[in-house]
């Protein structure tokens, strides 16, 4: 099974080149200008870098990211679709709860959590100060 954090994490370790939108200057962007990259977009700064960035995630459909944390702080916005998200170390979706388009979740530094989506997938706009993964 696909995850999407595999995706986005093996992208950013590999090095390749991604579509950012300077921080220095005032920016808007609508949808239609966005460029997605396989599941995934940059809409401003640079994840791989240490800053702010500003990422839009396509999750599939049925779609599981197993336990992980991330070494800074992460938000969470669902765009579209529905997500699960979980709290802990073992992937137990009675743990967790679905949260629908127009949730926010806040994730603190070193926080172990995972994933799902259901049959419609979902796209979360995640932002934070990188590195990210």
Known sequence: MRTTLFIVATAL????????????????VTPD?????DHWAVLNGDPAKTGPYVLRI?????????????????HVTVISGSIGFG??????????????TGSYLYLPANTPHF???????AVIQAHGNGPFP
């Open 13 to 28: 370790a590999i090095g390749c080149a991604l579509p950012t939108i300077a921080q220095d200057r005032a920016i808007g």
């Open 33 to 37: 200008e966005i460029e997605w990259r």
């Open 58 to 74: 396509e999750v599939p459909p049925n779609d599981i990211t197993p336990p992980h944390t991330h070494p800074q702080a992460e």
């Open 87 to 100: 709290l802990g170390t073992v992937f137990d979706r009675s743990k967790g709860r679905v949260l629908p």
């Open 115 to 121: 994933a799902w989506t259901g049959a419609d997938g």
